[in-house]
């Protein structure tokens, strides 16, 4: 089976990840190397692992900070020429654009996308256009998410969860008395809430994650910096990994619907529970044993959730985590792909 994986252009694979997009498409690398032949269609700052091959093309950054959709779609057209003229057996999309899909529809090529996203306005059109060839389907990361998508796609949706590997994050808690929250430094990803549910708690609060929002960052989490919230950079994995066996609780205050939180999961693989809204896929992915989910939607209630998940066992969310294991996540893909061809 020859495999084309196509990531989404903006972010190169490459760790530390800039999200978790990124760090999904390099899990299912060596997954999908090991049962049949992968080219990867990413940025080209990528670190592709062999025998995996990277294919790709320049990319304007500067251009793309000023027309950002214009740089993906010229980039995106180019993936799939490259893919018509290359014969695969399937192409697995992960890129937010309507480009790959309706391609697909076009040249009858088979390919599955993975819907990583509640639906944007320019992806329903094609959605719902390229979803009527027997040849394209659909599959999304939380049951969330599939029933967001369903009225724009003329396919039955699977839902096949995101995984890690959880050996990685695993290890024995030194928890001080500090909170954690980490990801994308977005206004989306409400890290200003955690900063004052924490200073309700009164508890000092570790930040971490690419800031991918320069006005975001200064004004709404810089003030706060140095009185019990301290910003740590962007962390690869191995440090995010200590960083959450000293924390007592992981604490995401989003803003939207998040589509799965592969966060969320790391954290509950270390044994730190989850405190956050009661939206999107988070009932899905924390459950009840994961850690707690606010009952309101504002920071007194996110506070409350944090000071209740303080008293969860580490066991317990450990076992929670145990549900998205990376074996599994890449088999249910790979027997998709499979069906696809």
Known sequence: MKIALIAHPRFPIKSPFPGGLEAFIASLIPHYCAEAEVVVYAHPGSDIPSPARLVSFPFDSEAHRRYPELIENDFLLKVMRDILVNHYDVVHNNAISPIPTVWACKYDLPMLTTLHTPPYSRLKASAELSSLSPYVHFNAVSYSVAECWQPYINDTIDVIYNGIELTEWYGAKAAKQQLFSFGRIVPSKGFDLAVKAANLLKI??????????????????????????????????????????????????????????????????????????????????????????????????????????????????????????????????????????
């Not at 994650?209 to 706060?224: L, Q, S, T, V």
């Not at 009840?288 to 209630?301: D, R, T």
């Not at 409350?304 to 998940?309: G, H, L, T, V």
Request: aromatic share 8%; hydrophobic share 40%; proline share 4%.
């Open 204 to 341: 000092d609060l570790n930040i971490a994650g690419p800031i991918h929002d320069k006005n975001y960052f200064e004004e709404k989490i810089a003030p706060h910096l140095g009185n019990g919230v301290n910003y740590l950079g962007h962390l690869d994995h191995r440090a995010l990994q200590q960083e959450l066996k000293l924390a007592q609780a992981a604490v995401f205050g989003v803003r939207w619907d998040e589509p799965f939180g592969l966060s969320t999961v790391e954290a509950m693989a270390s044994g730190t529970p989850v405190a956050a809204f009661n939206r999107g896929a988070f009932p899905e992915v924390v459950s009840k044993k994961g850690g707690v989910l606010a009952l309101g939607n504002n920071v007194e209630s996110l506070a409350e959730a944090c000071e209740k998940s303080l008293s969860i066992h580490s066991d317990d969310v450990v076992h929670r985590a145990q549900k998205f294991p990376i074996h599994t996540m890449c088999s249910s893909y790979l027997e998709k792909l499979a069906q696809i061809i």
